[in-house]
Every structure is written in structure tokens, then in C-alpha cells.
């Protein structure tokens, strides 16, 4: 009995410290509510990529190329989470809109603002240029990449295609008056995400939908 009490107990800790796990990969500010309170439309900005390449497969990669590689996997990413914001509005399920990737990169290239020194502008200033009340940004880090654009372009460089689903990316919205980070999530990018970028991103935004704090779910 007593050993069926034991494992009883591990198990419990086990799940218990797992769920803490989970809770942790999301985190929403306790002044949320107030701070978003009177948002409208949010920004998405190209997200900051990084391709951890072998390095037998970096002798084949100028940084030129590479560079551009990580770009269109920031836009790619972009790209994605705009498409699914897009498909869930149009259920009304969230409360704020999303103003349009093309609009938010043109008006980003007509104030000089490059991927290069975006981080010198703070969440507040970008929010500011792009005309809206808070900006989605975040990075994406994968092995190899996961757009069609860079899989190709990997694919002629170095021999060979594909994606991978090992990496981890990280979602952030910053408030666009105070510059105040409102809602985090992390994730490892696992098997049975998916292998291109579009799907892992709808099926990693799937995951946090119930959490995500402009979510009708969550009223």
C-alpha cells in the first residue's frame, strides 16, 4: 500500500509541476484590462528569425544570403499570423482588428525603419509611426527554415529542402502608449506542429486561443 501511496504522489507531483510548466509559457500583465481597455486595432511587425544552420551547410551560405533567408522567415511569420487573425475575426471572435501587414511594412520602410535597427525603436515609437494601439513582435528560431521562399533557397544553396519543427518562438504585444509588454507566450516547436511556418503558427495561436487576452473566449 504504502508503495501505491508513493506513486500516487510522485504522479500528483509530476502533473502538478507540469502544469506549472505550462502555465509559465504564457504570461498576461495583471494590468491588462486597464491598459488595453479603449485598444483597437494592433500591428504586427516582421518577427526577428534565426536559422541555426550546421556548419558544414554555413560553408555554403554567404552572410548576404543567410541575412536574407532570416528575413523572409520574419516575414513569413508575419505573414502567418496575420492570415490567422484574419480567419478568426472574421467569426468575431477577438475584440481588437489587425491592420494589414503590407500597410504596417510599407509605412515601416517610409520612416527608415529596417530589420537592422528596429530594435532601436521602443514599442511605443513603433506603435506610434504605424498608427495603432499596440504592436505584435517576437522571435522564431528554428534549425532549418520553414517558408516555401527560404526552404528553396536553402535547398539550392546547400542540397537539400524541407523544414524541420525544432526551435521555439516567442509571441509578445506591447500596450502602444506606455510601451508596456501586455502578453507573452513561448513555445518549443515540437513534432506534430507541423512543418511549415503557416501551420505551426495556426496550430501554436490554436493552442493559446483561450488565453490570448483579446479573445471573446475569454469574456
Known amino acids: 500500500m504504502k508503495a501505491k501511496h508513493l506513486l500516487a504522489a510522485v504522479a500528483l507531483l509530476f502533473l502538478s509541476l507540469t502544469g506549472m510548466a505550462q502555465n509559465r509559457e504564457i504570461y498576461t500583465n495583471s494590468a491588462f484590462s486597464t491598459l488595453a481597455k479603449e485598444h483597437k486595432t494592433l500591428a504586427i511587425l516582421p518577427f526577428q528569425a534565426t536559422i541555426g544552420l550546421r556548419p558544414?551547410?554555413?560553408?555554403?551560405?554567404?552572410?548576404?544570403?543567410?541575412?536574407?533567408?532570416?528575413?523572409?522567415?520574419g516575414l513569413a511569420v508575419q505573414s502567418a499570423l496575420q492570415t490567422y487573425f484574419l480567419k478568426e475575426?472574421?467569426?468575431?471572435?477577438?475584440?481588437v482588428t489587425f491592420q494589414d501587414a503590407n500597410?504596417?511594412?510599407?509605412?515601416?520602410?517610409?520612416?527608415?525603419?529596417?530589420?537592422?535597427?528596429?530594435?532601436?525603436?521602443?514599442?511605443?515609437e513603433l506603435s506610434k509611426v504605424l498608427g495603432v494601439?499596440?504592436?505584435?513582435?517576437?522571435?522564431?528560431?528554428?534549425d532549418k527554415p520553414m517558408s516555401d521562399g527560404a526552404?528553396?533557397?536553402?535547398?539550392?544553396?546547400?542540397g537539400f529542402y524541407g523544414a524541420t519543427n525544432s526551435g521555439k518562438t516567442s509571441i509578445n504585444i506591447y500596450d502602444g502608449t506606455t510601451g508596456d509588454l501586455l502578453w507573452k507566450y513561448e513555445k518549443s516547436l515540437a513534432?506534430?506542429?507541423?512543418?511549415?511556418?503557416?501551420?505551426?503558427?495556426?496550430?501554436?495561436?490554436?493552442?493559446?486561443?483561450r488565453q490570448f487576452p483579446y479573445s471573446k473566449l475569454k469574456s
Open 151 to 158: 526552404s528553396l533557397a536553402l535547398g539550392l544553396a546547400v
Open 56 to 73: 558544414n551547410q554555413m560553408k555554403a551560405m554567404t552572410p548576404e544570403r543567410m541575412k536574407e533567408m532570416e528575413k523572409n522567415e
Open 133 to 142: 494601439d499596440g504592436v505584435i513582435m517576437g522571435t522564431f528560431t528554428t
Open 89 to 95: 475575426q472574421g467569426k468575431d471572435d477577438f475584440t
Open 191 to 209: 513534432r506534430g506542429l507541423g512543418s511549415d511556418t503557416s501551420t505551426i503558427i495556426t496550430t501554436i495561436m490554436r493552442k493559446a486561443s
Open 103 to 124: 500597410t504596417t511594412n510599407a509605412l515601416l520602410l517610409k520612416n527608415n525603419i529596417t530589420a537592422e535597427n528596429i530594435k532601436t525603436f521602443t514599442p511605443a
